[in-house]
């Protein structure tokens, strides 16, 4: 008897999802290596299904597949936060799906932007779409800060403390005071935490030309 089952070598679902294998030849009997006696079994696994059909007349056949799934997209799109200024970049891999929607009407797998927000990327593939969503924020540029250049701590309560309140905007920054030898006298990384022009042992510096360096947790730097 020639060939009369025929499963395909390789038979393929889409995740969350099952395939029907088929024997065909109806009126025969069947029996499946998952100890099924149907002329069709529903696969929901990845692995080799076989069957051996016997008909009427107790000639057989067999013949058996190999069962693969096809999965969803699965991605993510981390949150981004840069200096005011830049552009954010929004990106994932080619290889996650074969259409991409952002929801700024963008059809790449990257996208640039200067506008904080939400954006969201949708992906589509043969098993169909997901999506996920991120956040973009844009620190303050630091550079545009209203930095102090005089400070006279005579207890007159004008231009006592090196304060600049606007650092509260930042998610975190790091506040280097200098000496004009380059020596570091104090670092501030708490917006409460003032410089009284003081150095080593709280002492009062003397008067002079002095630095500062504000970095922000996103390198946006400004010095004076």
Known sequence: MGSIVNLNDTN?????????????????????NTTATTQTINASSVGIFGVIITSPFNCFDSDSTFVTVDSLPHFKIDDVTVCEGASAVLWVHSNEGDVFSWSNSETDT????????????????SCGITADTAEVKFLPDISNFPLPNVLT??????????DIPILAQASSFRMDFFDRWGALLHTQTDVNDIWKATGQGDSKVPQGTYFVVITDASSCQDSL
């Open 12 to 32: 393929r679902f889409c995740e969350n999802s099952s395939v029907i294998l088929d024997a065909g030849n109806p009126g025969f009997s069947y029996l499946w």
């Open 110 to 125: 990257l996208i640039y932007t200067f506008t904080p927000g939400f954006y969201s990327l949708a992906i589509q593939n």
């Open 153 to 162: 701590p005579n207890g007159d309560g004008l231009n006592d403390d090196y």
